[in-house]
């Protein structure tokens, strides 16, 4: 079974620019959940989407935004970089929402905000 | 403010020995927590959770402990193997509601000594 496929695994842009970056989840999973991670800070919580749903975000401001398809596939979208903005952003996908459904996670794209 | 802590950046163990690595959390909510490995260049991988009915999981030469009245848990590797060398997350979440969400702590780099 194919596991979860981030696209592309490496972005440079430029302050001001805009990026999408696109998640393909686990056959058959229906949950999306969205992670950045940076040095010292581990990971950190985006949003998450079931049945093309946000069903929870944290706490970043407006210019992240994202979307699930009706084929559970999802993209993340960041208007405006910064160059905070550089980081390991990851996908992970499970069968279903709730605590209790082990995430599966992508390899990440690294964004590089210049 | 960091609700879960892992305070040890680093830790280096040789082969065959115990590795314990440790994490703190502020959260009285937490209810089910959650280690995870990660290697280089990928996504990080589910290792082992505990909810808070429990105070001791274990699963091969992994185990969770947890203390709620410390608000500590700690993942225990017996015996250690070079293989075992990464950065090893725990996370928390609430049980409550169906929306997904994890918090990480900042990562402790295990490197297992042959």
């Known amino acids: 079974k194919a596991g979860v496929t981030q696209t592309p695994r490496y972005l440079i842009k430029t302050r001001g620019q805009q990026v999408t970056l696109s998640c393909s989840p686990i056959s058959g999973h229906r949950s999306v959940s969205w992670y950045q991670q940076t040095p010292g800070q581990g990971l950190q919580f985006l949003f998450e989407?079931?049945?093309?749903?946000?069903?929870n975000k944290g706490n970043f401001p407006g210019r992240f935004s994202g979307r699930q398809f009706s084929n559970s596939r999802s993209e993340m979208n960041v208007s405006t970089l910064e160059l905070g903005d550089s980081a390991l952003y990851l996908c992970?996908?499970?069968?279903?929402?709730?605590?209790?459904?082990?995430?599966?996670f992508g390899n990440g794209t690294r964004l590089t905000v210049t | 403010d960091q609700q879960v802590k892992q305070n040890s950046p680093s830790l280096s163990v040789q082969e065959g020995r115990i590795s314990i690595l440790n994490c703190d959390y502020t959260?009285?909510?937490?209810?089910?927590f959650l280690w995870y490995k990660k290697y280089p260049a990928e996504g990080p991988t589910f290792l082992i959770s505990?909810?808070?009915?429990?105070d001791k999981n274990e699963d091969g030469r992994f185990t969770v402990f947890l203390n709620k009245s410390a608000k500590h848990l700690s993942l225990h590797i017996v015996p250690s193997q070079p293989g075992d060398s990464a950065v090893y997350f725990c996370?928390?979440?609430?049980?409550?509601?169906?929306?997904?969400?994890?918090?990480f702590g900042s990562g402790t780099q295990l490197t297992v000594l042959p």
């Open positions: 989407y079931f049945s093309e749903t946000q069903r």
């Open positions: 996370a928390a979440s609430i049980s409550s509601g169906s929306a997904r969400q994890l918090t």
């Open positions: 505990i909810s808070s009915i429990k």
């Open positions: 992970a996908s499970s069968l279903r929402t709730g605590y209790n459904s082990p995430l599966h």
């Open positions: 959260n009285s909510m937490f209810d089910y």
